[in-house]
């Protein structure tokens, strides 16, 4: 996956804005996405040392749009969950597509 490469050779003070432009890139396109994609909802989920180093504590960042429900009968789900190594540590990487 791209993200996953793109966050691995990116500087670890610079995922934050990374994601952050991330965010603002599929707040604006999410509806194109949807209706070219047929995807009822998207979460990208990153947790551990965002944007920090030395000994301080991990991060929680997360994107979410459209509808995530994972107890529909009739919505079907897409997962995927990578880990992604740093100069810091790791990144833990989870997504979820519903359609």
Known sequence: MW???FLEKLHFKFHKAFLFLFNNF???F?????HFFKVKGFKLDVRGKV???G???KRH???TYGELSLSKKLIRISFSKSIVPTSTGVLG???V???
């Open 97 to 99: 597509l519903t359609y």
């Open 26 to 28: 599929f707040k604006d």
């Open 30 to 34: 999410f509806k194109v996405f949807k």
């Open 3 to 5: 993200l996953l490469r």
């Open 55 to 57: 000994n301080a504590k």
């Open 51 to 53: 944007s920090v180093s």
């Open 93 to 95: 990487v989870e997504l």
């Open 61 to 63: 960042y997360a994107i």
